[in-house]
């Protein structure tokens, strides 16, 4: 007999973490600050509370209680990563980056760390990132952050934005596998002529973090949202079809899809254009807003909670933010 070929070898999600920070600020509570109400939030965007983070906790303090039970959950030691990767548009500080802070809290002494910057997108594309570089043998294991505080940037004055979102971290732990499972393919995208429609215009090189920036409220979070509305719905069902298309699998194929929580009318244009049921999309955003790159890690750790995801399972993990950026990527789960 002809001896078998070599196994593809794959990247694949050995444990998963999330932490969403204790404070709930309900719709409610948001009617007292600005001009809204539940009724509108509810409707418009399908959020009902977010998590917001007390004002001693930074994005590596949300960061590492996430990536601690995803090392638990993988059953592996922090100073066997090779590598930590940390999606995130609200470092701790602008350097050194918020994977360094997390390699030494976490004693990760071996681990490569840096930082991906995709707005909301970061975490999908550090999945595809660091899953090449196990697949193609240049490290055998990763950590794999989502990581926001966004209520750090937003501006509380402005309803159209300050109601959307929340803070929150997920983690996910790479290791290679030969079985057949683990990731197929990732698409990765970007539109950088739309950069305006979500930007935080100060606190970089243009524009510093000075006291007229200040005044002027530019280190604030800026967004068009009927553009990002209207950009999502045109790019997201593309690219998920593209995407499972290039794994090999048809749509009916696909057990779950994980998108990023931006708007529930987001995800439900997504299921009609992709004729897909909404039970094949997981939705948490009503507890937890728009976390940002936190927010697909944090609803794939709860599908993995709640048992709607199985070894052998197909899923699409999409996700769509500032850039204008975007990024899907097509798993089999299990080891
Ligand atoms: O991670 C990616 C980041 N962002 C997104 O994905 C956001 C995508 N966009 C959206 O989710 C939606 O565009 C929003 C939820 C931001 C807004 O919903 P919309 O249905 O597009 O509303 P709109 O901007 O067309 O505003 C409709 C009305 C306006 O009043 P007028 O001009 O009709 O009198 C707004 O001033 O709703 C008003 N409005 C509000 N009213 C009560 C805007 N925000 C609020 C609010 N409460 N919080």
């Known amino acids: 007999m002809a001896p078998r070929p070599p196994a593809e070898l794959r990247a694949t999600v050995l444990g998963v973490g999330a932490y969403a920070p204790p404070k709930v600020m309900t719709n409610d509570d948001l009617a007292r600050l600005v001009d809204t109400s539940d009724e509108w939030i509810t409707t418009r965007t399908g959020i009902k509370r977010r998590h917001i983070a007390g004002p001693d906790q930074a994005t590596s303090d949300l960061a590492i209680v996430a990536a601690q039970q995803a090392l638990d959950?993988?059953?592996?030691?922090?100073?066997?990563?090779?590598?930590?990767?940390?999606?995130?548009?609200?470092?701790?500080?602008?350097?050194?980056?918020?994977?360094?802070?997390?390699?030494?809290?976490?004693g990760a002494a071996r681990a490569g760390a840096f930082d991906l910057l995709a707005a909301c997108s970061s975490f999908v594309y550090g999945l595809i990132s660091a899953g090449q570089m196990i697949a193609s043998g240049v490290i055998r294991t990763a950590l794999v952050v989502g990581a926001d505080t966004l209520s750090r940037l937003v501006d509380w004055e402005d309803r159209g934005t300050c109601v959307l979102i929340g803070d929150g971290a997920g983690a996910v732990v790479l290791g290679s596998s030969e079985s057949g499972r683990g990731i197929y393919t990732g698409r990765v995208g970007a539109d950088g002529s739309a950069g305006d429609v979500l930007k935080v215009p100060a606190g970089g090189s243009r524009i510093p973090a000075t006291a007229e920036a200040i005044e002027r409220k530019l280190h604030r979070g800026y967004m068009d949202g009927q553009a990002v509305f209207k950009l999502a719905v045109r790019t997201i069902p593309g690219l998920i079809r593209e995407t499972v298309a290039q794994a090999g699998w048809t749509m009916d194929q696909v057990d779950l899809i994980v998108p990023h929580q931006a708007n529930l009318r987001i995800i439900e244009a997504m299921a009609s254009q992709l004729h897909l049921p909404m039970e094949k999309f997981v939705v948490n955003i009503q507890e937890y807003g728009n976390t940002s790159a936190a927010s697909v890690p944090l609803a794939l750790f709860e599908a993995v909670q709640a048992g709607r995801i199985h070894a052998g399972d197909r899923l699409v993990l999409a996700a769509f933010g500032g850039g204008f950026t975007y990024a899907a990527c097509a798993l089999v789960w299990g080891t």
């Open 73 to 106: 959950a993988a059953a592996v030691r922090a100073q066997d990563l090779d590598l930590i990767l940390v999606g995130t548009a609200t470092p701790d500080m602008l350097f050194p980056a918020t994977a360094c802070v997390l390699q030494d809290r976490l």
